[in-house]
């Protein structure tokens, strides 16, 4: 077992609000992570604080075994709160401008338009999207920089049954690549299918990490189980 990633009694609080308290998690390299939890557990701010976007308030983030700083962000890839495009813009000019910013070979941008299945989109804007192609279009701009870990958050939010399937599959196809990939939600069905590693969220604190056990106990039983344990200890 490599890990990949860790938190170590990581907290972030606003003001007086503890949002985060003393989280503490184990990602695997080259499995899915799936974080788990209702609204407002805490699961976006963590992402954020694993991505740079906010700071802790006390704890550590490990990156392969290194203390997490900024010229590590070169091999984390991140949808949060939805991907950013333009939506002027075809795909192919999304990823244009975003390789040029970063000053990436232009040859990914066929290579991740193949990854996720976008290849076929030619001169259409992508505010004409379905909300399941914007998102692969998001995750094919996470990717541009070939990162070891993707981090996305909520990625099946707002998605059809097919826009769901699509983006399973395009998941346990980059595992198999080799990427690592932590993923909220709070639908716990689309954990349950794609999550090696789960961690449940509550409040702001860690509630259980564990492996996804499929078909030994249901999702929502364990869920239900430690939530009510939540409960019970409050």
Same mark, same amino acid.
């Given at each position: 077992?490599?890990?990949?990633?860790?938190?170590?009694?990581?907290?972030?609080?606003?003001?007086?609000?503890?949002?985060?308290?003393?989280?503490?998690i184990?990602?695997?390299?080259? !499995?899915?992570?799936?974080?788990?939890?209702?609204?407002?557990?805490?699961?976006?701010?963590?992402?954020?604080?694993?991505?740079?976007?906010?700071m802790?308030?006390?704890?550590?983030?490990?990156?392969?075994?290194?203390?997490? !700083?900024?010229?590590?962000?070169?091999?984390?890839?991140?949808?949060?709160?939805?991907?950013?495009?333009?939506?002027?813009?075809?795909?192919?000019?999304?990823?244009?401008?975003?390789?040029?910013?970063?000053?990436?070979?232009?040859?990914?941008?066929?290579?991740?338009? &193949?990854?996720?299945?976008?290849?076929?989109?030619?001169?259409?804007?992508?505010?004409?999207?379905?909300?399941?192609?914007?998102?692969?279009?998001?995750?094919?701009?996470?990717l541009v920089?070939?990162?070891?870990?993707?981090?996305?958050?909520?990625?099946?939010?707002?998605l059809?049954?097919?826009?769901?399937?699509?983006?399973?599959?395009?998941?346990?196809?980059?595992? &198999? !690549?080799?990427?690592?990939?932590?993923?909220?939600?709070?639908?716990?069905?689309?954990?349950?299918?794609?999550?090696?590693?789960?961690?449940?969220?509550?409040?702001?604190?860690?509630?259980?990490?564990?492996?996804?056990?499929?078909?030994?106990?249901?999702?929502?039983?364990?869920?239900? &189980?430690?939530?009510?344990?939540?409960?019970?200890?409050?």
């Amino acid at each position: 077992m490599t890990i990949f990633l860790q938190t170590q009694q990581l907290s972030k609080q606003f003001k007086s609000q503890v949002v985060l308290d003393d989280i503490s998690i184990q990602v695997e390299k080259g !499995q899915v992570y799936g974080l788990l939890g209702p609204n407002g557990a805490g699961k976006s701010t963590l992402l954020k604080l694993i991505t740079r976007v906010l700071m802790p308030s006390s704890g550590k983030i490990l990156f392969r075994e290194e203390l997490l !700083q900024q010229h590590h962000l070169q091999q984390i890839g991140s949808i949060i709160e939805g991907p950013a495009i333009y939506p002027n813009l075809t795909a192919r000019e999304n990823l244009e401008v975003l390789t040029t910013l970063l000053e990436v070979d232009p040859e990914r941008i066929e290579q991740v338009l &193949e990854q996720v299945n976008l290849t076929y989109t030619g001169q259409k804007l992508a505010k004409h999207f379905s909300l399941g192609m914007k998102q692969r279009l998001g995750i094919a701009m996470a990717l541009v920089n070939e990162p070891d870990l993707l981090i996305l958050d909520e990625p099946t939010n707002g998605l059809d049954p097919v826009g769901t399937q699509e983006l399973r599959t395009l998941i346990r196809y980059l595992t &198999e !690549q080799g990427v690592t990939i932590i993923f909220s939600s709070h639908i716990l069905s689309e954990v349950g299918h794609v999550a090696d590693t789960i961690g449940i969220l509550n409040q702001g604190q860690l509630c259980y990490e564990g492996a996804n056990d499929r078909g030994q106990r249901s999702l929502e039983t364990l869920f239900m &189980e430690v939530l009510r344990q939540e409960v019970d200890a409050s």
